[in-house]
């Protein structure tokens, strides 16, 4: 069972360049979410998206886009990289908090991304 | 709102030592607790959860944390450090019915031999 895939595990940009984190989970979760972290800030939630076709703005969304066409994918896009997103990015999914439970979250191995 | 304050970004503690990690946490309703691991160049691992049905919870690896409403708290111990616990740790915070967990500023723990 793969759980949270993350690509690429690193990647270099000059300022101004876009690109897109990939995410990929098989566990038929509902909710996905993307986190930064940064020293001494902990992970702060970027956006996230309750099922196919919705997405919501998290606490830092600023400076990226997400889109959810389908319940296994959620993929980060930064469209005009700048040198404040370097970070370690975290890909993270669980069941909906509606169904009852702690859900907790799955978590991908993280992208690092170096903005010059 | 929720929100969990982790106090002590560092922690150190001697090989045998016991291991006491705080965090105390804001809800305005009774909140699912979480304690996560982090090794390094990993990404997270949920070390134990606390859901109601018990306020000391067990976890993985000796880890335990008790649930303390009056003290707003859900503090992190194990009896005896040992080396391959030197991780950064993180306790976060859910509203029931709700989706997204809010993780505090982390806390990284040395091990000395």
């Known amino acids: 069972n793969a759980g949270v895939t993350q690509t690429p595990k690193f990647q270099v940009l000059k300022t101004g360049q876009s690109m897109t984190l990939q995410c990929a989970q098989d566990?038929?979760?509902?909710?996905m979410s993307w986190y930064r972290q940064d020293p001494g800030m902990g992970l702060r939630l970027i956006h996230y998206?309750?099922?196919?076709?919705?997405?919501d703005q998290g606490e830092v969304p600023n400076g990226y886009n997400v889109s959810r066409s389908t319940t296994e994918d959620f993929p980060l896009r930064l469209l005009s990289a700048a040198p404040s997103q370097t970070s370690v990015y975290f890909c993270?999914?669980?069941?909906?908090?509606?169904?009852?439970?702690?859900?907790?979250?799955?978590f991908g191995e993280g992208s690092r991304l170096t903005v010059l | 709102a929720q929100s969990v304050t982790q106090l002590g970004s560092h922690v150190s503690v001697s090989e045998g030592a016991l291991v006491l990690l705080r965090c105390n946490y804001s809800?305005?309703?009774?909140?699912?607790l979480f304690w996560y691991v982090q090794y390094p160049n990993q990404g997270l691992q949920l070390l134990l959860k606390?859901?109601?049905?018990?306020?000391l919870v067990k976890g993985i690896n000796g880890f335990e944390a008790e649930f303390k409403k009056s003290e707003t708290s859900f503090h992190l111990t194990k009896p005896s450090a040992h080396m391959r616990d030197a991780a950064e740790y993180f306790c976060?915070?859910?509203?029931?019915?709700?989706?997204?967990?809010?993780f505090g500023t982390g806390t990284r723990l040395t091990v000395i031999p």
């Open positions: 993270a999914s669980s069941y909906l908090g509606v169904r009852g439970g702690a859900g907790e979250l799955f």
């Open positions: 809800s305005s309703v009774p909140p699912y």
């Open positions: 976060a915070v859910r509203a029931p019915g709700a989706n997204n967990l809010f």
């Open positions: 998206s309750v099922g196919a076709g919705i997405t």
């Open positions: 606390y859901t109601s049905a018990a306020t």
């Open positions: 566990m038929n979760h509902e909710y």
